[in-house]
């Protein structure tokens, strides 16, 4: 079983920064792509950035140019530095890894709060 676990989130004012992280339990980086969804209440999921094993890199319309995403596969890490946040950014930020190989499941962490207020 392979666990991911977030860290990174917090408040934060508008215009400020943070970067997220993604630590998988196992080596599972390599054969995965990784992203991050986020969630606000009321709202519907949104997609925020993914990157595959490849190295290649996609964002929401919604945060491209104040979001990058990376990886270190050797630390089984992903990352998703925020700047220029905005209030709108504030939502629950998930992780997930999706696996390109058999068993291409799914494996997705626990969640982490993001709030971007004065």
């Known amino acids: 079983q392979v666990q991911l676990v977030e860290s990174g989130g917090g408040l934060v004012q508008p215009g400020g920064s943070l970067r997220l992280s993604c630590t998988a339990s196992?080596?599972?980086?390599?054969?995965?792509?990784m992203g991050w969804y986020r969630q606000a209440p009321g709202q519907q999921r949104e997609l925020v950035a993914t990157i595959t094993n490849g190295g290649r890199t996609s964002y929401a319309s919604s945060v491209k140019g104040r979001v990058t995403i990376s990886r270190d596969d050797a630390k089984n890490t992903a990352y998703l530095q925020m700047d220029s946040l905005k209030p709108e950014d504030t939502s629950v930020y998930l992780c997930?890894?999706?696996?390109?190989?058999?068993?291409?499941?799914?494996?997705w962490g626990q969640g982490t709060q993001v709030t971007v207020s004065a």
């Open positions: 196992r080596n599972i980086f390599k054969v995965s792509t």
């Open positions: 997930y890894a999706a696996m390109s190989v058999i068993p291409y499941t799914t494996y």
